[in-house]
């Protein structure tokens, strides 16, 4: 095989591990975008079940605050009926004691009422939490890893770059040139087989006098159909017996 033929081979590996490393590069901030707005998501989520849980209990405080004072009023007003002289001094304060406890009554129901809120606030704020944890965990996880990442990739590149650099240095620059336009345009192959009177890269036929000048291997030639540089690769060895 041409020296040049060999040269632009290895040249394609390396570019094509160049381009690789660029792909993913490019695709690790949109991984790290979508990771982020999850987590906000989650955040958002936790700190308005969090907002939610402690409103309720400021009102569950407030609730049993009230009833433990009315009960203390009770307590005070049946101390105080021992020292009472009149029958209807005495009937106004039990009429006023029955008054108290009723509107307690009606305090407590509304009391059972907010803890059963309350429990369920209390579950779905664990919920919330649980599922921010997990995702904040993956979050940090992640982030470590692709932080090692991107400071290896520009180095990987660079030392790619330098390898084509070589290559490059040992073919004739228009070549180089015209290789990379190729590559750009045919999908990272610029140089491919003929196998069989056959283009590898877009499958067309390769008219006889093309193949017999690729088998003579002493220039460089391209596909008449997809334009990459070809080079020629002898049919596969049928099995014996055929
Ligand atoms: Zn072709």
């Known amino acids: ?17 160049a381009k690789r ?12 975008a979508d990771l982020k707005s999850l987590f906000d998501e989650r955040e958002a989520a936790y700190l308005a079940a969090d907002q939610e849980f402690e409103e309720l209990k400021k009102q569950r405080r407030e609730k049993e605050r009230e009833i ?16 009472i002289k009149t029958n209807k001094e005495y009937y106004a304060m039990l009429k006023e004691i ?3 406890r009723r509107t307690n009554s009606t305090r407590e129901e509304e009391l059972l009422s907010l803890l059963s809120k309350y429990e369920e606030s209390e579950k779905r704020l664990s919920e919330r939490k649980a599922e921010l944890d997990e995702v904040t965990g993956k979050y940090r996880e992640r982030m470590v890893e692709i ?7 520009d180095q990987d590149i660079a030392k790619i770059l ?15 040139r015209r290789f990379e336009m190729i590559f750009e345009r045919r999908e990272g192959l610029a140089i491919i087989a003929a196998r069989n009177y056959c283009c590898t ?28 540089i070809l080079y020629y690769e002898p049919p596969e060895e049928k099995a014996a017996g055929e």
């Open 98 to 100: 029955e008054g108290t």
């Open 68 to 83: 433990e004072e009315e009960r203390d009023k009770v307590e005070k007003a049946k101390a105080k009926l021992m020292s």
């Open 201 to 228: 890269g877009c499958h067309m036929n390769i008219s006889p006098q093309l193949y017999n000048m690729l088998q003579r291997d002493d220039k460089i030639l391209t596909c008449p159909n997809c334009n990459r």
């Open 162 to 176: 330098d390898r084509k650099r070589q290559v490059a240095s040992s073919l004739d620059a228009a070549l180089v």
């Open 1 to 17: 095989m041409m020296e040049q033929v060999r040269y632009l081979i290895e040249m394609q590996e390396i570019m094509s591990q």
């Open 21 to 32: 490393l660029e792909d993913e590069k490019r695709r690790v901030p949109l991984e790290v």
């Open 147 to 153: 932080d090692g990442r991107m400071g290896s990739f």
